[in-house]
């Protein structure tokens, strides 16, 4: 529990800049994700601060007298007892940018008299902090400290912050520092290629694991809090962690479905997405993210109760087009439809026809869902009749392995069979058997 108190002692100041694209309660529940992203991480959020801007293009992102007017709020906030260790920009600042910004307010602080300095951070580096935090399985470890060394690589400043060490330095000599500063840099990158070495094997023997698999699969995307693992947990009876904060899961798990069907359908959870997901992160997650897919078939599960969920869809369709998902063959549905009122609920059936309207607390509900996946792949099966001589009886091990026998009888050359078969495997089948005859049955 040392790193809760260590964090829940972090004090930080919200900022952003409402474009003239973005209405107020845009920015409004911007700033509220970026929050909550904060209070993820412990941290506490003692302010927020927002300029109508073109964008955050300009080298200090801000104009000098909103900076001077945070220094002077952060100097009283320090006195009230309130100490703030970061700014937290709503967008990724570029380097440069962090340091201008870091610089004029801690001079502004120096003037002051403060006694202390701040640091200019941003949504990117709360993002990666809460993956590295929170990730668990060797590959996401990977991928995370990958997309983080990328990130702070070029951020390397006077001081360092590699694997949670942090030491303050350039108190020394400036050219001493330089090329310390360059040795650093080029650990850095070793371990870059170290680690993308590792993950490139782990990725390799994940596949070939994956392949393997021959059940029909489901992946539950969306955006974070959407209620994707309350779903998986309904419907495959599983433990899974469920909780009301951004990205609780950072892993990808895969189960079965519970109480199992015939063939058997699995399930997998995803990590969640959020408007300008690091771009490196979403880079990394790719190879995670494959179970996508590969998944016959995916769920996009939307909170129906959220103001922004249509910008939650948008985020999530251009996450996963950026990571080349067919999105054809993607369900959408809506979730906590417990948690809206009536005329809500009709707007969006209205606006989305097509859409499942679920709510993942509700076993009712969940029958419902586990209804229409079933549907759902029984569609795409097809019932086939078989007759293997018993010379060949070897096949009917394969074929058991591919389709599930509706029945089966015997006559003195061999075994009749009806099966009910997936459209590929039935092609994977012919192809391995000339020999045997599939014939189709109507369903
Ligand atoms: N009222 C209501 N709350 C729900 C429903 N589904 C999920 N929740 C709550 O929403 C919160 C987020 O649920 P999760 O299942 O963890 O959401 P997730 O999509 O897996 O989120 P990440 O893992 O962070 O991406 C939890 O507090 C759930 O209890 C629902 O149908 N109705
Ligand atoms: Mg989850």
Redesign the pocket.
């Known amino acids: 529990m040392h790193e809760m108190n260590e964090s829940q002692s972090t004090g930080v100041i919200l900022v952003s800049i409402q474009t003239p694209g973005a209405s107020e309660a845009e920015n409004e529940a911007s700033l509220l994700e970026l929050e909550k992203l904060n209070v993820t991480l412990g941290y506490q959020v003692y302010g927020k601060f927002t300029q109508k801007k073109a964008g955050y293009g300009s080298p200090t992102v801000l104009g000098e007298g909103k900076l001077q007017e945070i220094a002077e709020t952060l100097f009283a906030l320090n006195q009230q007892g309130k100490r703030v260790h970061h700014l937290v920009f709503d967008r990724e600042l570029s380097p440069l940018q962090s340091r201008n910004v870091e610089s004029i307010i801690n001079e502004a602080l120096g003037e002051l008299d403060a006694g202390f300095e701040v640091e200019a951070t941003d949504r990117t580096g709360i993002i990666i902090d809460i993956f590295s935090r929170h990730a668990r399985t060797r590959q996401a470890r990977l991928q995370i400290e990958i997309a983080r060394l990328k990130y702070i690589s070029p951020r390397l400043r006077d001081k360092m912050e590699v694997n949670g060490d942090r030491q303050a330095g350039g108190v020394g000599g400036k050219g001493a520092g330089e090329t310390q500063m360059e040795l650093k840099r080029r650990h850095l990158r070793d371990r870059l290629a170290d680690l993308r070495r590792e993950l490139e094997d782990l990725e390799i023997e994940n596949d070939n694991r994956r392949q393997k698999r021959e059940a029909q699969s489901v992946a539950l995307v ?1 955006y ?8 998986m947990k309904g419907l495959t009876g599983g433990d899974i962690y ?8 950072l892993d990808v798990t895969t189960r079965q479905m519970e109480p199992p069907v015939i063939p058997t359908v699995l399930i997998t ?1 995803t ?2 997405f959020v408007q300008y997901l690091p771009h490196d992160l979403v880079a990394s997650f790719k190879s995670t993210l494959s179970e996508v897919h590969l998944s016959d078939f995916l769920l996009h ?1 939307v909170d129906g109760s959220d103001s922004q969920f249509v910008k939650h869809i948008e985020t999530t369709e251009i996450v996963l087009k950026e990571m080349k998902v067919e999105i054809s063959q993607m369900q959408l549905v809506f ?5 809206m009122d009536f005329t809500q609920l009709a707007k969006i059936k209205e606006d989305y026809p097509q859409a499942w309207f ?5 076993s009712e509900s969940i029958l419902h869902v586990r209804e229409k996946l079933v549907q759902f792949f029984e569609a795409r099966q097809t019932i086939i009749s078989v007759f293997i001589p018993f010379s060949e009886s070897k096949i009917l091990g394969d074929i058991r392995k591919k389709a599930s026998i509706l029945s089966e009888s015997y006559n003195e050359n061999g075994t009749q069979a009806e099966i009910l078969v997936k459209p590929p495997d039935l092609n994977r089948l012919k192809s391995l058997y000339p020999q045997i005859k599939f014939v189709e049955k109507k369903n």
């Open positions: 969306g974070t809090n959407a209620g994707k693992s309350s779903l469920v909780a009301d904060k951004l990205f609780a899961t959870d990590v969640g599960v979730n906590k439809i417990d948690k679920v709510s993942a607390l509700n």
